[in-house]
């Protein structure tokens, strides 16, 4: 079991950044992959970026060279960094976690085994 709880959240201009956490419960975390998802009012819940528990990043082509995902196995912890921050990206995101993940799996959300609760990101113009 893995519980997963997303934080840094918050109000942020245009152009902006924020940093996202999601700290990790158990001893395994290093064998997951960690996804980041959003979901805006009204829409369906989409990918935004995973890491592999090798280190290897994917991200959809809407956030490639604004936000970056990364890893701390020693904390348990993912981040989320997003930079140049954009009314488009207001939405709650969540962190996701799985132990296998694949090219044709790491993008829908039903593949993933925990989720964490999200944290609301609002991007005003």
């Known amino acids: 079991q893995v519980q997963l709880v997303e934080s840094g959240g918050g109000l942020v201009q245009a152009g902006g950044s924020l940093r996202l956490s999601c700290a990790a419960s158990g001893r395994t975390f290093s064998s997951y992959a960690m996804g980041w998802f959003r979901q805006a009012p009204g829409k369906e819940r989409e990918f935004v970026a995973v890491?592999?528990?090798?280190?290897?990043?994917y991200y959809t082509d809407s956030v490639k060279g604004r936000f970056t995902i990364s890893r701390d196995n020693a904390k348990n912890t993912a981040y989320l960094q997003m930079d140049s921050l954009k009314p488009e990206d207001t939405a709650r995101y969540y962190c996701?976690?799985?132990?296998?993940?694949?090219?044709?799996?790491?993008?829908?959300?039903?593949?993933?085994?925990?989720w964490g609760q999200g944290t609301q990101v609002t991007v005003s113009s």
């Open positions: 996701a976690a799985r132990l296998i993940i694949t090219t044709a799996t790491m993008l829908r959300p039903n593949e993933y085994t925990y």
């Open positions: 890491i592999r528990s090798g280190g290897s990043t």
